[in-house]
């Protein structure tokens, strides 16, 4: 991994671990694999932090531009999977 992850300055210290927590999970599902159950609640955390759709996207397009990772096509089929894992 040589990129960061995208960080707005005005979160909270836990805020910043959640939010590197969940895209840690994105690389995670695309390199190996991970809980869906798992990869949702920190999604509903991420949203918490980021409840605008479109700061969600920036924050996405940033992270797929730096590691090629869609965030976006991961909780998609997170959420439309009956699947106890997902993969990428």
Do not use: C
Request: net charge positive; no cysteine.
């Amino acid at each position: 991994m040589n990129y960061g992850y995208p960080i707005d300055e005005t979160w909270s210290t836990n805020e910043i671990i959640d939010v590197v927590n969940f895209f840690s999970m994105i690389e995670k599902a695309h390199e190996k694999q991970v809980s869906r159950q798992e990869l949702l609640i920190v999604y509903n955390r991420f949203k918490q932090i980021v409840p605008s759709k479109s700061e969600e996207k920036k924050l996405f397009a940033e992270f797929e531009t730096a590691s090629g990772y869609s965030s976006y096509r991961t909780i998609k089929k997170a959420k439309s999977s009956s699947e106890a894992v997902i993969k990428m």
